[in-house]
């Protein structure tokens, strides 16, 4: 096996490694995504107008599924495959970007899932809005050769446009909603629907074409609505749609709380993480209650908890009266990389330093966000860092014992801090425990998206689940880019979890 990025710095996809050979599945032409062109941002604009006007998510998503049980699907929402008390299956979140950062994971992908039962697309399977044409360069198109089924659950981006591509693709070709009546002129909803960014017409032939990339009957998929639950082997998997906003409505709140009934191990996987950088998110419900107490509750039998929408991994074994919940983050299939070198040092839910994991390893994001930045600002002497100056002064500013050690004649200088305090790398001991001043949002969360250009290592990742009567053995493979982490996906993560 391959070295982790906690082993070697090569294991990390720093070096002069090989580009990896992801570039001859790409299309001849790929478009860019510039998150902050103008038209980008006008396109995704639902998302702001659901905070300001109200979120009609919850309406809609309870029209689909309406419609869907109309059509005939099943009452209980539950996918009962047929597995035997041994299987796997692959969870992957925050896919469909459609450049080198989605497809620069394909590879790994395929060689650690090819015996795989099934497949998770955990949150946002097409960026930017969700689109109809967008499906065939961004889902059909990489993962044709993934031989299993592949279900979803949507996140933020794919209800830019209400849903409708979505429905299609992993729905059985669900019709349009028909249209409703129009709110009263000057109150909230009439604003809304005003601004609101509706679905552009399909290009049918395109979709037509899209789909026969994955048109096997071993690769069929067809799901009963944007939330379900997949009884397989030993577990029910549960999956549920935070929307636009990342809650549940209380009709999808009501299922959730029957679904999880009964003593059958489960896991849940939904768009928005339950703990992520170092905070706990437990996700309302519209009515009362929160998810995480569901999944907490131990008549309900959760051992883990899966989130995308954060583009990295993050693992928190919580512990709750007794028995340990997985709260996983895992949202780097395809995107931009949200960086890590934020994260404060763990201290949540008993969950210490020493129980927490992430990748890439803080000093790797902070090496690579000092990259994109040099070559941004055009001061790269200035603000690039090398990985092992970056692992030093997060080890510093952090007061935790380096994910790797860095080569010991490696110094931490003033421009070494410096750059690490304009990154937002937390501040020097005794002078508080983050960095808090606005340049660190202004840099790490509102730039990041469109700035970055990209080369390996792309620190992107993907998850395999086996799963036994026993255990559930939970891995984390990394994807950089670079040839020798195609050939053997190195594993940055691994975490065996008890069923009984």
């Known amino acids: 096996m391959s070295d982790s990025s906690r082993e070697t710095a090569e294991g990390a996809g720093w070096g002069e490694a090989e580009r990896g050979a992801y570039r001859r599945l790409m299309p001849a032409h790929v478009e860019k995504l510039f998150w902050f062109d103008p038209r980008t941002m006008w396109a995704a604009r639902n998302g702001v107008l659901a905070s300001w006007f109200g979120d009609p998510t919850g309406r809609t998503r309870s029209r689909w599924v309406a419609q869907q049980a109309a059509a005939g699907a099943p009452a209980d929402k539950v996918i009962r495959r047929h597995e035997a008390d041994r299987f796997s299956f692959m969870v992957i979140g925050d896919t469909g970007e459609g450049d080198d950062s989605q497809y620069a994971v394909v590879p790994g992908f395929l060689k650690a899932g090819q015996d795989t039962d099934f497949a998770v697309i955990a949150s946002d399977v097409i960026y930017p809005v969700g689109a109809t044409d967008d499906y065939g360069t961004k889902f059909f198109r990489p993962y044709q050769d993934y031989p299993a089924p592949i279900y979803a659950i949507p996140g933020n981006h794919d209800w830019y446009e209400d849903l409708g591509a979505f429905m299609r693709v992993f729905c059985d070709d669900a019709p349009p909603l028909p249209a409703e009546p129009k709110p009263r002129p000057a109150t909230r909803a009439w604003w809304r629907a005003l601004l609101w960014h509706r679905p552009r017409p399909a290009d049918e032939q395109?979709?037509?074409?899209?789909?026969?990339?994955?048109?096997?009957?071993?690769?069929?998929?067809?799901?009963?609505?944007?939330?379900?639950?997949?009884?397989?082997?030993?577990?029910?998997?549960?999956?549920?749609?935070?929307?636009?906003?990342?809650?549940?409505?209380?009709?999808?709140?009501?299922?959730?709380?029957?679904?999880?009934?009964?003593?059958?191990?489960?896991?849940?996987?939904?768009?928005?993480?339950?703990?992520?950088?170092?905070?706990?998110?437990?996700?309302?419900?519209?009515?009362?209650?929160?998810?995480?107490?569901?999944?907490?509750?131990?008549?309900?039998?959760?051992?883990?908890?899966?989130?995308?929408?954060?583009?990295?991994?993050?693992?928190?074994?919580?512990?709750?009266?007794?028995?340990?919940?997985?709260?996983?983050?895992?949202?780097?299939?395809?995107?931009?990389?949200?960086?890590?070198?934020?994260?404060?040092?763990?201290?949540?839910?008993?969950?210490?330093?020493?129980?927490?994991?992430?990748?890439?390893?803080?000093?790797?994001?902070?090496?690579?966000?000092?990259?994109?930045?040099?070559?941004?600002?055009?001061?790269?002497?200035?603000?690039?860092?090398?990985?092992?100056?970056?692992?030093?002064?997060?080890?510093?500013?952090?007061?935790?014992?380096?994910?790797?050690?860095?080569?010991?004649?490696?110094?931490?200088?003033?421009?070494?801090?410096?750059?690490?305090?304009?990154?937002?790398?937390?501040?020097?001991?005794?002078?508080?425990?983050?960095?808090?001043?606005?340049?660190?949002?202004?840099?790490?969360?509102?730039?990041?998206?469109?700035?970055?250009?990209?080369?390996?290592?792309?620190?992107?990742?993907?998850?395999?689940?086996?799963?036994?009567?026993?255990?559930?053995?939970?891995?984390?493979?990394?994807?950089?880019?670079?040839?020798?982490?195609?050939?053997?996906?190195?594993?940055?993560?691994?975490?065996?979890?008890?069923?009984?």
């Not at 549940?248 to 896991?267: F, N, Y």
């Not at 339950?274 to 999944?295: K, M, N, Q, R, S």
């Not at 983050?434 to 949002?441: G, I, Y």
């Not at 990041?448 to 036994?468: I, N, W």
Request: with cysteine; aromatic share 8%; glycine share 10%.
């Open 206 to 500: 395109l979709l037509a074409e899209a789909r026969k990339l994955r048109s096997a009957q071993e690769q069929t998929a067809v799901q009963p609505g944007p939330y379900w639950a997949i009884d397989a082997g030993p577990v029910r998997i549960v999956g549920i749609d935070t929307g636009l906003l990342g809650t549940i409505d209380a009709e999808q709140g009501a299922w959730l709380r029957e679904v999880s009934r009964g003593p059958r191990p489960k896991i849940l996987v939904t768009g928005s993480p339950l703990y992520v950088d170092g905070e706990h998110h437990p996700c309302p419900i519209e009515g009362g209650g929160t998810v995480d107490d569901i999944v907490r509750d131990p008549a309900h039998h959760y051992v883990a908890a899966i989130g995308g929408d954060i583009h990295n991994y993050q693992r928190y074994p919580v512990d709750v009266a007794g028995r340990t919940i997985q709260y996983v983050v895992a949202g780097g299939g395809g995107a931009f990389m949200h960086a890590t070198h934020t994260i404060p040092p763990v201290s949540i839910a008993n969950v210490t330093e020493d129980d927490f994991r992430c990748y890439p390893l803080r000093g790797d994001s902070l090496a690579f966000y000092s990259r994109v930045y040099g070559r941004r600002l055009r001061l790269p002497r200035l603000f690039t860092l090398s990985e092992a100056e970056a692992t030093a002064v997060i080890a510093e500013r952090l007061g935790i014992r380096p994910g790797r050690t860095p080569a010991p004649d490696t110094r931490v200088t003033r421009r070494t801090r410096l750059v690490a305090t304009l990154l937002g790398a937390g501040s020097r001991p005794g002078r508080g425990s983050r960095f808090r001043l606005p340049v660190k949002k202004i840099y790490t969360q509102l730039f990041s998206p469109g700035s970055v250009t990209y080369s390996p290592p792309f620190f992107k990742c993907f998850l395999r689940l086996d799963v036994s009567p026993e255990a559930v053995r939970l891995r984390c493979f990394a994807a950089t880019g670079n040839r020798p982490q195609e050939l053997d996906p190195p594993v940055e993560d691994e975490i065996t979890i008890p069923l009984t």
